[in-house]
């Protein structure tokens, strides 16, 4: 077996650390896990440096008294052993997230997944009414449940407005957005599609708010229960900074 | 035996390759920022960035985790004596997986924090059976895990109960066989290797030395982890899940493979479960079962930490077990294929 110096894997761990950092200062760890995750991320970057620098300070310590027994070398030696190539493999995390930071999940898995649809049957087929008002701002997993499973159709005849980014699908057009529960791993598409043409020219991946009406019945089980929406209008809008759904 | 010959000629090794992974690290570093922009070029393929996001999305969730786990190890190794563990642990192997695998409720992590744990105890005496039943129950039956199947599954309730019935039962049995059929030396002498002595006052210094170690051993067999699960979740077609939706029986095998290629953290995993509503609730429970005792994340930790002869034989016998103990207990909680 290969062994792999000490100091590289403590610098490795320190770099893993630090973009764990990074991403929570900064506020992209929201295209990877769910907001409640965050401050063990931020735990785990500060323990994993803390361990390697302390590491690397004994080493100096230990390399500048020029007391390394024969017991302490022994140590070393162990700490050799232990360390096989695959912790190099470290870099690779550390690449992606410092050079390439990869984006959230969009329109590609939405059409990777197909037929999944993340709508659970609801018991209780009763939901709270919508609050009143004109164009109501309604979450899209929550209105595509009610639009499958409201016996109350609390969305009948109502303006509401949706933000999700747009997915071009099998020539149809359609609104979306991810639900995660954990990490992006496991993320669910939820989709409506749009009818009426206003949001005809936005490409892939663009975000938008969409006001407009359900078409009652539109979300049956042969669809995969996707909604259509009758499309009042549509803003182009920046992509939020957590975009999935929880 | 090669281990002794690698032990033996070990001192020598360092020194020729002092320079030589240090040099790498630099040279991977120095590169990779003088190409980043053809490297961003090259992964604007939508597939490959949903890849990459997936892959680094994962690494991200599981780090708190190992850490966790780490800490645990650590700990264990610098304030556990062995022989208090010898003497908490009933004499019996029969009696001692079963209080392993109750014993695993106690750590509310994921299978990532439970690999480094195991280790650390096998290593400290525990019997090797014993440590794979808290491995296997571990991520399965903690409180955080059998809460979030609550959440996920509030139209069924009886799946908490199937879910800890049937991952208890997995340990278990895995434990059981392992105490009667496993061999020492099918786990790799390095997980086993007894730490230097602690000498007074450094205990502190086992603990962060122990932890530093485990981090460092399992981070990159975690990376391999990621790395394929994310090829895998951006490979596997879509279609399957068609296919089961039309096929009753076949779920179960399909969903079982699943569960281990998409490598979805135990802590989340019933959320996907949930997600796949169209299918009765047994197979659902395999995936369950299946996800956290082997995935290929978990192959990959287990190859790094206990060796390549303890996983090929750990891993299709806890496979099979686990389908087998959740196709039961699904059988008689749920009464019937439903």
């Not at chain 2, 304030?79 to 009933?90: G, H, I, M, S, T």
Request: aromatic share 6%; net charge positive.
């Amino acid at each position: 077996m290969s062994a792999v110096r000490r100091e590289t894997a403590n610098i490795l761990l320190v770099l893993v650390g630090g973009a764990l950092l990074k991403i929570t200062m900064n506020g992209t760890y929201l295209r990877y896990v769910k907001p409640t995750a965050k401050p063990w991320v931020l735990v785990a970057g500060v323990v994993m440096i803390v361990l390697a620098v302390g590491s690397i300070a004994g080493d100096i310590r230990a390399g500048r008294a020029g007391r390394r027994t024969q017991d302490h070398e022994q140590d070393h030696d162990h700490g050799h052993q232990h360390g096989s190539r695959s912790v190099l493999l470290l870099v690779l995390p550390v690449l992606a997230i410092f050079l390439i930071a990869p984006p959230a999940l969009g329109a590609d898995s939405v059409t990777r997944a197909d037929s999944r649809s993340a709508v659970a049957p609801v018991e209780q087929a009763s939901f709270p009414p919508l609050p009143a008002g004109r164009a109501v701002p309604i979450g899209l997993s929550d209105f595509i449940t009610r639009s499958v499973w409201d016996s109350t159709n609390s969305l009948t005849d109502r303006t509401v407005r949706l933000t999700g980014f747009v997915v071009h699908d099998n020539g149809a057009l359609y609104l979306a957005r991810l639900v995660i529960s954990c990490c992006a791993a496991d993320a669910t598409p939820m989709k409506v599609a749009l009818a009426g043409g206003a949001a005809g020219g936005a490409a892939d991946n663009q975000w938008l708010e969409v006001t407009g009406v359900l078409r009652p019945g539109s979300a049956t089980q042969a669809n995969g229960y996707t909604p259509t929406v009758s499309v009042v209008s549509v803003t182009e809008i920046p992509a939020p900074a957590d975009p999935y759904e929880y | 035996m090669t281990t002794v010959d690698e032990l033996a000629t070990e001192p020598a090794a360092p020194r020729r390759r002092r320079v030589t992974s240090l040099e790498v690290l630099c040279a991977v570093l120095v590169l990779a920022v003088a190409v980043q922009s053809w490297l961003g070029r090259v992964l604007d393929v939508p597939a490959l960035r949903t890849g990459a996001t997936v892959f680094v999305a994962i690494c991200v969730q599981a780090m708190p985790f190992l850490v966790l786990g780490v800490l645990i190890s650590g700990a264990i190794a610098a304030f556990v004596p062995a022989r208090l563990l010898r003497r908490v642990l009933p004499r019996n192997t029969t009696l001692a997986v079963g209080v392993a695998g109750l014993a695993g409720a106690a750590l509310p992590g994921c299978e990532c924090a439970s690999v480094p744990v195991a280790r650390r105890l096998m290593q400290q005496g525990v019997p090797p059976a014993v440590a794979v039943t808290f491995l296997l129950a571990a991520p399965a039956i903690n409180p955080v895990v059998l809460v979030a199947t609550a959440v996920a599954f509030p139209t069924a309730p009886r799946m908490v109960l199937a879910r800890l019935l049937a991952s208890l039962l997995t340990a278990v049995v895995m434990g059981l066989v392992w105490a009667r059929s496993g061999r020492p030396e099918w786990i790799a002498e390095r997980a086993l290797r007894a730490l230097p002595a602690v000498r007074g006052g450094s205990r502190w210094a086992v603990f962060t030395e122990t932890a530093r170690g485990d981090l460092a051993d399992a981070g990159g067999f975690l990376v391999i982890g990621g790395l394929t699960a994310a090829t895998l979740t951006v490979l596997v077609p879509a279609s399957w899940y068609g296919a089961v939706d039309r096929n009753g029986l076949l779920a179960i095998p399909v969903l079982a493979v699943l569960a281990v290629v998409l490598a979805v953290c135990s802590e989340a995993d019933a959320f996907v479960a949930a997600s796949l509503s169209a299918l009765p609730l047994l197979p659902r429970l395999v995936f369950l079962v299946v996800g956290p005792a082997v995935d290929v994340k978990l192959i990959a930790l287990h190859v790094g930490t206990f060796g390549r002869a303890f996983a090929v034989r750990f891993v299709p016998a806890a496979f099979v077990i686990a389908v087998g103990c959740a196709v039961l207990v699904g059988l008689c909680v749920f009464g019937g294929y439903r």
